[in-house]
């Protein structure tokens, strides 16, 4: 499903076009299921980061719509979020595994991902009203959609282009000040915030498609892959969580030991990664970038 805003046509059509089709898509994956629910729930919060990141892009000219229906989304979001992040543990266990750097660490960590499987499975038959959740989902999408129909914007590329330009220099500092203090002190909080706006800025090369086809595909690819190696961290730093809160699920001591030392090598290794290749991908000034943006924007509207 395309995902694009194209500056030749009416802005106010096209972003209702963008934004519906993420949710109702989103409504049709709950309702339907076609993979499995696990799988549902993963592929429905794609869809509510896309149009988190599209809110954030025009914020500034719906700054009180914006704040109202970004809250609703997170909330939806993490009313079913449970079950699909004990899924991405137990896949976590498993990247660590594809990196194991000895037989013993790979067949400690096998041992834990299926304990963490187990754990998965637990919680989905323990999870009482998963259906009336998931209806409650769908409800709470479809008013989001109907507000977000509510929208208007101004006929007038300019005026539309300074806001999308507004909105690309906002993410991009965002990004930049969560890139100094990822260097500064590597907290967890500091590399999650570089995710989430690193995922807005790929989503904005997805949407902002057509004022440079190449240069934002290329865009899209280099964000993907920092988010990517983001998400991993982020795991890693859930996991850690998880031994901490429920440590019965770690009671081999052996492999808890091969765990812990996996996560802190694969830690290390990831977040130096993931700083060198943010400082690449961010190395412009956010205003030279947004500079760019309402410039290409205001060509391609008038070419």
């Not at 794609?46 to 989304?73: G, M």
């Not at 203090?181 to 498609?209: I, N, P, V």
């Amino acid at each position: 499903m395309p995902f694009r805003i194209r500056p030749d046509r009416d802005f106010t059509k096209q972003f209702h076009k963008a934004a519906s089709g993420q949710l109702r898509h989103a409504m049709k994956t709950l309702e339907e299921r076609p993979d499995g629910t696990h799988e549902a729930i993963h592929a429905f919060r794609k869809n509510l980061k896309r149009v988190r990141s599209l809110l954030r892009l025009v914020a500034r000219a719906i700054p009180d719509t914006r704040q109202k229906e970004n809250a609703r989304l997170r909330d939806i979001a993490a009313s079913l979020s449970a079950i699909r992040d004990a899924t991405a543990l137990a896949e976590t266990v498993g990247y660590l595994k594809d990196n194991a750097r000895d037989p013993k660490e790979a067949a400690a960590l096998d041992r834990v991902t299926d304990r963490l499987r187990c754990r998965r499975d637990a919680m989905a038959d323990a999870t009482s009203g998963l259906d009336s959740m998931l209806e409650k989902a769908i409800g709470e999408l479809a008013k989001s959609a109907e507000a977000l129909d509510g929208i208007c914007f101004p006929h007038d590329h300019k005026k539309n282009a300074r806001m999308l330009a507004k909105g690309w220099r906002d993410t991009a500092r965002k990004a930049r000040e969560a890139i100094d203090e990822c260097r500064a002190g590597a907290s967890a909080e500091a590399f999650h915030t570089l995710r989430k706006r690193t995922q807005d800025y790929r989503a904005y090369h997805d949407l902002l498609r057509a004022v440079w086809p190449a240069a934002m595909r290329a865009g899209y690819d280099a964000a993907s892959e920092l988010i990517d190696l983001l998400g991993h961290i982020h795991d890693l730093d859930v996991l850690c969580a998880l031994v901490e809160a429920e440590p019965h699920h770690f009671s081999n001591a052996d492999d808890l030991a091969h765990l812990l030392d996996a996560i802190i090598f694969r830690q290390q290794e990831d977040r130096q990664v993931a700083i060198d290749l943010a400082e690449k991908i961010f190395s412009d000034s956010p205003k030279n970038e947004a500079r760019r943006i309402e410039a290409l924007w205001i060509a391609a509207a008038y070419g």
